[in-house]
C-alpha cells in the first residue's frame, strides 16, 4: 500500500451514490477500525452509533436541520453514517470496567501491573479533572484520535467518507438519548462512494497542503 496515494485519493466527499452501498464484510472491517483505535491510556471513552437504514439516517438527519442543513444530503444519500460519541466523564465504576476488560484479555502478567495500570490511568485523568479541569475535553480528544484513525482506515478500503462537526449535538443528544446514558454526541461521519459530479474530488479540486519547508523541523 502505498499511503500518499491513499491521501491523495481520499478527500471529504460531498456528494454520495444513494444506490452504493457497502458491502457486510467492509463494514465488519469498519467497525474494526472503530475498535481497535489507540486512545490516552487505553481509555476508550466513546459509543457509536451507525445508521444503515432510511430510518436510522433519518433519525441522525435530525441533527442537520436548520443552520446545519447544508449536511443533510450527506446523512440521508450516504451508505452509512457513523455518529460519534464521547464519555461526558470517566469515573471509577467505568475505570474498574476498563481494567476488567484489559484483564480478561490477558493484558497483565500480574496483579502489581494491573493496579500500576489502574493507577496511572487514574493519575492522568485526575489531571484533566482536578488540575486541569478540562476532563469533558480530554475526553473528546480521544474520540478526534479515533475519527483520525477512523478516515484514514476507511479510505484504505476504498470507501469515501466526509466528517461533519456541523450538527446540532444537542437535537442528537436527545433523539439518542444519549446523556441519560452518559455519552453526548461529537461528530458524524457519512461513509459511502462518490458520484463522478461531485464538486469536490481531487481530479476536480486538487489538494492544497501547507509546504513541507514550513511545516517541519528536523532536528
Not at 499511503?3 to 458491502?23: E, M, T
Not at 501491573?113 to 479533572?129: C, E, L, P
Amino acid at each position: 500500500m502505498n499511503i500518499k496515494n491513499v491521501l491523495n485519493w481520499r478527500y471529504s466527499a460531498k456528494d454520495f451514490d444513494p444506490n452504493k452501498k457497502i458491502s457486510s464484510e467492509d463494514i465488519d472491517q469498519v467497525k474494526t477500525l472503530l475498535r481497535m483505535s489507540p486512545s490516552s491510556t487505553n481509555l476508550q471513552p466513546w459509543h457509536f452509533i451507525i445508521a444503515s437504514t432510511e430510518e436510522g439516517k433519518k433519525r441522525i438527519a435530525k441533527g442537520t436541520q436548520g443552520f446545519f442543513a447544508f449536511n443533510e444530503a450527506k446523512v440521508i444519500k450516504a451508505s452509512h453514517v457513523v455518529l460519534f460519541c464521547s464519555r461526558i466523564t470517566a469515573d471509577e465504576d467505568y475505570m474498574q470496567h476498563v481494567l476488567a476488560v484489559e484483564d480478561l484479555d490477558g493484558r497483565f502478567p500480574n496483579e502489581q501491573v494491573k493496579q500500576g495500570m489502574h493507577g496511572g490511568r487514574n493519575a492522568f485523568a485526575n489531571i484533566h479533572k482536578y488540575d486541569l479541569k478540562d476532563l469533558p475535553h480530554w475526553l473528546e480528544k480521544q474520540v478526534y484520535l479515533n475519527i483520525g484513525n477512523f478516515l484514514l482506515g476507511v479510505a484504505t478500503l476504498g470507501i469515501d467518507a466526509v466528517p461533519m462537526e456541523g450538527i446540532d449535538v444537542k437535537a442528537l443528544d436527545e433523539e439518542f438519548g444519549l446523556r441519560e446514558k452518559g455519552f453526548t454526541a461529537v461528530t458524524a461521519v457519512s461513509i459511502g462512494y462518490r458520484t463522478a459530479s461531485d464538486f469536490n474530488t481531487t481530479d476536480k479540486t486538487p489538494k492544497s497542503r501547507l509546504p513541507e519547508e514550513e511545516i517541519f523541523t528536523l532536528v
